[in-house]
């Protein structure tokens, strides 16, 4: 899957540095590759190198994903993710395009309905057990 603003190796890498939220600065240090290689790559003025592209994978990226537009931008730790998980991971990929406040925004109306979901799932079950206690 693309994302938009992935048309090139260099905007991808931009997105995925937003998307877990570093500065270049912060991803150069994360990275262990100088910023001016970040700078550079990110610009596509360089195609970045092996030993480059083994430093980004280990930030998370999928480099399936960073070098050519296609597949999930995440790294996978399964074989398959759940449908869910996608879907969120493709939402904070989207998110990383919005301001702090407006993502902020999101999350904290995320978080209450997430709470009320647990919540009536916990009133549900002891509702369940009552209902087995009378039977």
């Known amino acids: 899957m693309t994302y938009k603003n992935s048309e090139t190796l260099g905007k991808r890498l931009k997105l995925w540095r937003k998307f877990i939220g570093k500065n270049q600065i912060e991803f150069s ?6 910023i001016a290689i970040i700078r550079k790559c990110e610009s596509d003025a360089s195609m970045p190198g092996g030993h480059t592209l083994i ?8 480099i399936h994903w960073l070098l050519t537009g296609e597949g999930s931008m995440v790294i996978s730790k399964q074989a398959s993710i759940r449908p869910y998980n996608q879907r969120m991971i493709d939402l904070g990929i989207e998110m990383a395009e919005l301001s702090d406040t407006t993502c902020d925004d999101i999350l904290v109306e995320m978080a209450i309905k997430v709470k ?9 079950r002891s509702l369940e057990a009552i209902r087995k206690k009378s039977s």
Do not use: M, R
């Not at 240090?29 to 100088?34: A, K, T």
């Not at 009320?116 to 549900?124: P, V």
């Open 55 to 62: 430093a980004f994978a280990n930030t998370g990226v999928n």
């Open 29 to 34: 240090e994360l990275s262990n590759i100088g």
């Open 116 to 124: 009320n979901h647990l919540q009536l799932q916990k009133i549900e």
